[in-house]
């Protein structure tokens, strides 16, 4: 690599700074700014550039621990934050499999221009996840009208877009080709998770028709499983629709011939990397698995953040097994943008479990005092008196009529 690509390196890695660490740190973004630009050397600024993405991780990461009592070390806050706040573990595990497979493309010879699509889908995967991080609404979750909208647009890519083979499941943004698919439909799936009506169950029908069409297996395999897996796991009567139709468009597309060839740094090499060498190999494994990590490490006791979290891991890890068996993309690790996007996209539509748990708790905790101060706790001497004045009244009442009726 050149002086020049190492120096245009650091300077974007620096640039995705300021879209992980609060906005109350402009000016300590700053001063990394002007600290890079007195480095010579170019690899120490690569150097330098890794550091401060680390420390911006590490910001973020205790960020989460802001309004806690009681804090610990800085060791301490991060994996509390991380652990607290599972999507923070996803955004990491996301970009560390983006890095271990840069580092396979170039060891295996790819095409410097890989690497760079890789990298600013990385980009504008973060941007997405940030943007929604930093927004007004909270709860993450997709409107009716954003899921007919999604669910109309892969239809249409289906039917006007770019056809290979047989298959038309790509469309041609100037001089790239995106799989909407791999975009939309993991974050779709994740949304249905939390937020189900007719028109998103609609939506979900619209998208098992667009993949029976393509026909794409890989997704329509993904599809279905995670309506399967929410119906199981809900049991209300749209999910179970939903899950009827995904099953009915994966067996369409399993019927129909799906005959693509193998694309280099694309497809089929999740095990094949191994014959280039053992790092190499690990490192595409290893990339891999850590996609499923959010959803695994997750726990809770808010059943429908924890629904899913397991949806989004048995995604990616449905997705890994398509890579792994077919001529699929392998996401992240391999060549190909739309999956990156599509990781970052889906993990921003995750709940936060703690946020949501905190104010459930702040507010029994309010009912509670609120009902303490309007009614006031009996003293216990003075309850017993009570008691057995009551008691005493009770028996008279019931002997007076007990004579009575005798």
Sequence with gaps: MRVGK???LASALLGCVPWIV?????????????????IDSDSEAVKFALGCIWAAFVIAGQGDLDDLPGQGGP????????????RTIGLTCGLSSIALGIAYLTVAGAPFRYIVVNFFAAVIGVGCFVATNKGANRSRRMTPGVFFGLASFLLGA????VAADGASRWLRVGSMTLQPSLILVPAMVVAFSQRRSVIATVSII????????QPDRAMAGVLAGGMIFLAVKVRDRLATAAAGFAMAGFGVALYRPDSLPAVPYVDRFLFTAFDLSWAAGCAVVLGAGLLMLPGLL??????????AYRIHALVWLAIVAAAAIG????????????AIVGYFLSLALLPTPLASAAFAGSAATNTKEDHREDN?????????LVAVCVGAFGIRTNHRLATRGS
């Design 158 to 161: 289906t039917i006007f877009g």
């Design 75 to 86: 060791l301490q806050n991060i994996t509390e934050g991380w652990r607290r706040n599972p």
């Design 206 to 213: 619209l998208v098992a028709c667009a993949l029976a069409l």
């Design 22 to 38: 609060p906005d109350n740190c402009s000016e300590w973004t700053d001063a990394m700014s002007a600290e890079l630009t007195d």
């Design 327 to 338: 001529s699929y993309p392998t996401p992240l690790v391999g060549y190909g943008g739309s």
């Design 298 to 307: 997750m726990r809770t006791a808010d059943h429908e953040a924890l629904n």
């Design 376 to 384: 006031p706790p009996i003293d216990s001497v003075r309850g017993r």
């Design 6 to 8: 190492l120096r245009w």
